[in-house]
């Protein structure tokens, strides 16, 4: 059995599609409400034996239902939003429920995958480098970001890096995130307001050094992120702490025009005030640092912003079904 945490959500869901294109229809996966909801039609089309709870999925892992019958945990469940602002219940949600799991993990022997983030690096004032020794340093500029960055710092502390495997997923986009509402991509909300205006509207900057839209991420497609993660899998003597992300930082203004593109549309760009709740925790920046990832033997090549936004809008947001 195959274990996925945050089964229905975006990259859960995406890694789902490829199990079962894999031949693996043996997955369980954990999230919350599901059937009757916005994550239900990520699964609906796929095969799983059945969903759980969160709390009642780490109730039973901890009973020992299910030892000796799982191959391998995906954990990508967590609250993913970056503007949280509970601490406790981040806390509680994000690191001491990834330490619960790690536990389990562990003492079975069952492969462990785990989702970081890129938010851990903060502004970037100690660099994109994923190496252990940067780690105690990063400084988020928020909660969420810090949740993150807590369970990477439980992982090193318990010398775990070398019996576990972490993404540090910086940009990702593409099919099945929808159901995020203001946390979904650019590309899927820059869609949407083409549709709808014919215009996109991008952030002004704040710093001198950035101009309007020139503010830059690190983008990377979903479906990349999936084949990098299943590669690890198949290759579990690979551990520690990765950053998973195209290597390449592109300005929010190539994103804007490669929607354009894909949209057989022109250029049309509205700059817009920044909230002042999101000024102080906006990253201007992030480029995720791969020689750890490529030193790993890794082969997957990920695919620039105009290739990977091509396919998502071709392929999915212009079609009815547009779920993976």
């Not at 894999?22 to 039609?41: A, C, F, M, N, Y």
């Not at 034996?49 to 020992?64: M, N, Q, V």
């Not at 019958?69 to 429920?97: I, P, Q, W």
């Not at 710093?207 to 983008?219: A, C, L, N, P, V």
Request: hydrophobic share 35%; with cysteine.
């Amino acid at each position: 059995m195959i274990i996925i945490t945050g089964g229905a959500g975006f990259i859960g869901s995406a890694l789902l599609w490829k199990m079962n294109e894999l031949g693996r229809k043996d997955i369980l996966l954990v999230d919350q409400e599901v059937k009757g909801s916005t994550k239900w039609p990520n699964v609906q089309k796929h095969s799983f034996e059945t969903c759980l709870e969160s709390g009642d999925f780490i109730a039973r892992l901890e009973k020992g239902e299910f030892n000796g019958r799982v191959d391998a945990v995906f954990h990508m469940g967590a609250c993913s939003s970056t503007t949280e602002m509970d601490t406790a219940y981040l806390r509680k949600n994000n690191s001491l429920y990834s330490e619960r799991i790690a536990r389990w993990c562990i003492d079975q022997k069952v492969y462990l995958s785990y989702a970081s983030s890129a938010a851990t690096y903060g502004a970037g004032e100690q660099g994109f480098s994923d190496e252990d020794a940067l780690t105690q340093r990063l400084k988020p500029l928020n909660p969420y970001g810090q949740s993150k960055l807590d369970f990477d710092v439980w992982v090193l502390k318990n010398g775990l890096e070398k019996k576990t495997t972490g993404f540090r997923f910086f940009n990702v986009y593409g099919p099945n995130e929808y159901h995020k509402g203001s946390m979904r991509s650019m590309v899927h909300k820059g869609f949407e307001q083409i549709q709808s205006t014919g215009k996109i509207k991008l952030f002004r900057s704040y710093k001198k050094e950035y101009s309007d839209g020139g503010q830059m991420r690190d983008f990377v497609y979903v479906k990349d992120v999936i084949d990098a993660m299943i590669w690890f899998w198949h290759h579990p003597e690979k551990k520690g702490i990765y950053n998973l992300g195209s290597g390449k930082a592109q300005s929010w203004n190539e994103l804007a025009e490669a929607i354009f593109q894909a949209c057989g549309k022109k250029r049309n760009i509205e700059y817009i005030e920044m909230p002042d709740s999101i000024k102080n925790q906006y990253q201007y920046f992030t480029e995720a640092d791969l020689k750890k990832f490529h030193a790993a033997g890794c082969p997957t090549v990920f695919l620039n912003l105009a290739h990977g936004t091509a396919d998502y809008v071709h392929n999915y947001l212009s079609k009815k079904d547009s779920y993976l």
